[in-house]
């Protein structure tokens, strides 16, 4: 089902990108880009530093287990496999705990620290949108962000009762067992999980309230930052923004993003909302198509060089293991 929902959103999102673009100017986007010139391509290395932060904070929860560059070149894998390949909203996730083991053998323990981890992601994403909002607001009465803040706050108690069922324990137990009776013990996707020890690992991580809080200030920090991916952006296409505003357009652009989890990689609706977003903010139409546009293209530039690293790394492993 999930994938049928995957495939069905592309066409949604060419249709609304094709009507940007139409409706925007092509010829005065691409003059706009051309004017900032190559100074541009600095924002493809720039990236590199939040998911530096969120990798810090994926280091703590694995208590130190695996080399923090390490984990910054899986983290850049991740991202590029959930924004750029056609998989199932945890597929990122799922490349991670299978890269991650490539330093900590253990399974239940590389897994808990991602469940973990994304549930941190999560509580983030709302604190960097309820940021994103305050913001807005306090910039420009926030009209257009009321849909967004109202949004939000119907879908609030969905993370709260996916917290609590995680850390009331059991739940990937009862999975596997579900899973036993379903496909029987012997099958191939069975192989190596252990559901008890998962919840326990999990449970472990959850008591710790300071890493807690020490892996979600990396990560809102990391979001912070990549904030300034915009900023930085507005700056170069000639129409510069204050460091509030940035932060607010890249804040709201990510909450409608994941609100649209069903069009893949966002396409169209990310470029969307960053025009209506940066309009509000002042910024002309056109230009405010353009930073959609540049913040897509350094996504994809960016995800290719780790997705083309990842396979370069696969193969040099399995050379090493054949020999």
């Known amino acids: ?67 923090l560059v390490f984990l910054w070149w899986v983290a850049t894998v991740r991202e590029a496999v959930g924004r750029l390949l056609p998989v199932v909203g945890v597929g990122g996730e799922i490349v991670g705990i299978r890269l991650a083991r490539w330093h900590v053998s253990d399974a239940s323990r590389v897994s808990a620290s991602v469940i973990v981890e994304v549930l941190i992601t999560i509580a983030v994403q709302y604190a960097f949108s309820a940021l994103g909002l305050v913001l807005i607001f306090a910039s420009t009465g926030g009209a257009g962000a009321k849909t967004i803040a109202l949004a939000l706050a119907m879908s609030l108690p969905l993370p709260f009762v996916t917290i609590a069922l995680v850390r009331r324990g059991g739940l990937f137990h009862a999975i596997e067992r579900f899973a036993v009776r379903a496909l029987g013990s012997e099958h191939r996707l069975l192989q190596g999980i252990d559901g008890k020890r998962l919840d326990e690992e999990i449970d472990a991580l959850m008591r710790k309230t300071g890493m807690l809080v020490r892996a979600f200030a990396w990560q809102l920090a990391g979001y912070v930052l990549g904030a300034l991916e915009t900023y930085w952006a507005l700056a170069l296409l000639g129409h510069p923004v204050s460091i509030g505003g940035a932060i607010a357009i890249e804040a709201l652009t990510q909450a409608v993003r994941h609100a649209a989890f069903m069009v893949p990689a966002g396409l169209g609706v990310q470029e969307a909302a960053v025009v209506l977003l940066a309009q509000m903010f002042g910024v002309d139409r056109e230009v405010a198509l353009s930073l959609a546009l540049v913040k897509r293209m350094r996504e994809v530039v960016f995800g290719c060089a780790a997705l083309a690293s990842w396979q370069w790394a696969e193969l040099s492993r399995g050379r090493n293991l054949v020999r």
Not at 43 to 64: E, I, K, S
């Open 1 to 67: 089902m999930t994938r049928w929902f995957k495939w069905a959103g592309w066409p949604i999102g060419i249709a609304i990108l094709i009507a940007l673009v139409v409706r925007n100017g092509a010829g005065d986007v691409v003059h706009i880009i051309g004017e900032a010139g190559f100074a541009l391509l600095w924002l493809v290395p720039f990236h590199a530093l939040p998911l530096l932060l969120d990798a810090r904070a994926w280091q703590l929860l694995l208590r130190g287990r695996a080399p």
